[in-house]
């Protein structure tokens, strides 16, 4: 199950600043090999066992990897924390929603490909599955936001 919120709290259990938490948090931690993987499909790169990245564009340290790819990690190393992905690109979009058991904030849909068996729970109460239950509630929800004024 993946859990969208679409409304913005402020709340210790919410990531709402990607790049700052993982500079100052998740880049302390101890990257996995899945860690390693999903930097390496995310951004094309390879991360060295002194937390420097190998890109084609050169060298960097771990705090060089674009948002997208630091929202990524930010989810996978705190899945009880809500991690807004607002940043990031198709391509970390679609990985992220091959996860689960995942909690993320989004105020507004993203063209992104979901999986037919994701389940998605919005808000704690509507759930759907896949990419026409996705698309379907995001229509849904903004007759409601134009219907009161939102």
């Excluded at 993982?22 to 390879?46: G, P, R, V």
């Excluded at 674009?66 to 970390?92: A, D, M, Q, R, Y």
Aim: some cysteine; proline content about 3%; overall charge negative.
């Amino acid at each position: 199950m993946i859990d969208i919120y679409t409304e913005k709290k402020e709340s210790s259990n919410w990531i709402l600043k990607n790049d700052l938490y993982f500079n100052l948090n998740t880049s302390n931690e101890e990257m996995t090999e899945q860690d390693k993987n999903l930097i390496f499909q995310a951004d094309d790169a390879i991360l060295t066992p002194d937390k420097h990245i190998e890109t084609k564009y050169g060298l960097g340290t771990i705090r060089n990897l674009s948002s997208g790819c630091k929202t990524l990690l930010n989810i996978v190393k705190h899945p009880e924390k809500v991690v807004c992905v607002e940043e990031c690109g198709p391509n970390v979009l679609k990985m992220i929603f091959q996860l689960d058991h995942i909690k993320i904030y989004m105020s507004r849909p993203s063209f992104v490909e979901i999986p037919d068996n994701a389940e998605i729970r919005f808000n704690e109460k509507d759930v759907v599955t896949g990419n026409a239950g996705y698309q379907t509630w995001w229509t849904r929800e903004y007759e409601r936001r134009e219907k009161n004024d939102l």
